[in-house]
T-cell receptor
C-alpha cells in the first residue's frame, strides 16, 4: 500500500514552546490530509481536514489558532502546536488520501509530551 | 459521530479464525464499510473495505449482510501479531469531504 511518513515519531517540549509535526505522502499525491489526536485508551479524534492550497477545515472544539495546519504541496502537510501545554500531550496521527480518492493511509504517529 | 457499533473486546485462540462483528444499521446505499486496525502506539492500518459484496484479500475477508446493516471481519488464521484494536468505519461524506470517523473499536486479543 501507499506510504505516509510522519516526523518526528516522538518529541518532548517545554510548556509555552511550539512544535511542528510533518506528514508526507511518499509515493502518491495527496489532495486531502487529515489530522487526528488520540489520548491513552481512547479512539482517534479527528481534528481537521487539510486540502492542498486552501485553508484547513477544523472540527468543532478544535482551536485553529492553536493547531496551525499548512498543506503547501501535494505531498506535505504540517501541524504546528503553538504555545504547547501539558494537556496537549497526546498521540498525533495524520492520514492522506490520493487524488483518486481511494482509501486513506496513515502515518506512524507522533507522540508529543509537553513538560 | 461514527455510525457503527462494535463489541469493546474479544479474545481468540492463536490459529483459529477471529470473527469481528459490526453493526451499521443506518448505512446509506452509497456508503462503504471500511476496516482498519491499530496496533499499540502505531498509526491505523487499512485492512479491507466493501460496499455490498463479500470481499477477500491477503489479510482478511469481509462479509456484509444482504440488508447491509451489519458486517463481519474474518481473520482466517489469527496470530499473536493480530492483537490490536479493530475499527469498523462507515465512510461518510460531509461538506464534500469524505472523512473517516473512528468509533471505539474492538480490542482483539489473540491468546497463545
Amino acid at each position: 500500500g501507499a506510504v505516509v511518513s510522519q516526523h518526528p515519531s516522538r518529541v518532548i517540549c517545554k510548556s509555552g514552546t511550539s512544535v511542528k509535526i510533518e506528514c508526507r505522502s511518499l509515493d502518491f499525491q495527496a489532495t486531502t490530509m487529515f489530522w487526528y489526536r488520540q489520548f491513552p485508551k481512547q479512539s482517534l479524534m479527528l481534528m481537521a481536514t487539510s486540502n492542498e492550497g486552501s485553508k484547513a477545515t477544523y472540527e468543532q472544539g478544535v482551536e485553529k489558532d492553536k493547531f496551525l495546519i499548512n498543506h503547501a504541496s501535494l505531498t506535505l502537510s504540517t501541524l504546528t502546536v503553538t504555545s504547547a501545554h501539558p494537556e496537549d500531550s497526546s498521540f498525533y496521527i495524520c492520514s492522506a488520501r490520493d487524488i483518486l480518492n481511494t482509501e486513506a493511509f496513515f502515518g506512524q504517529g507522533t507522540r508529543l509530551t509537553v513538560v | 459521530d461514527a455510525k457503527t457499533t462494535q463489541p469493546p473486546s474479544m479474545d481468540c485462540a492463536e490459529g483459529r479464525a477471529a470473527n469481528l462483528p459490526c453493526n451499521h444499521s443506518t448505512i446509506s446505499g452509497n456508503e462503504y464499510v471500511y476496516w482498519y486496525r491499530q496496533i499499540h502506539s502505531q498509526g491505523p492500518q487499512y485492512i479491507i473495505h466493501g460496499l455490498k459484496n463479500n470481499e477477500t484479500n491477503e489479510m482478511a475477508s469481509l462479509i456484509i449482510t444482504e440488508d447491509r446493516k451489519s458486517s463481519t471481519l474474518i481473520l482466517p488464521h489469527a496470530t499473536l501479531r493480530d492483537t490490536a484494536v479493530y475499527y469498523c468505519i462507515v465512510r461518510v461524506r460531509i461538506q464534500g469531504a469524505q472523512k473517516l470517523v473512528f468509533g471505539q473499536g474492538t480490542r482483539l486479543t489473540i491468546n497463545p
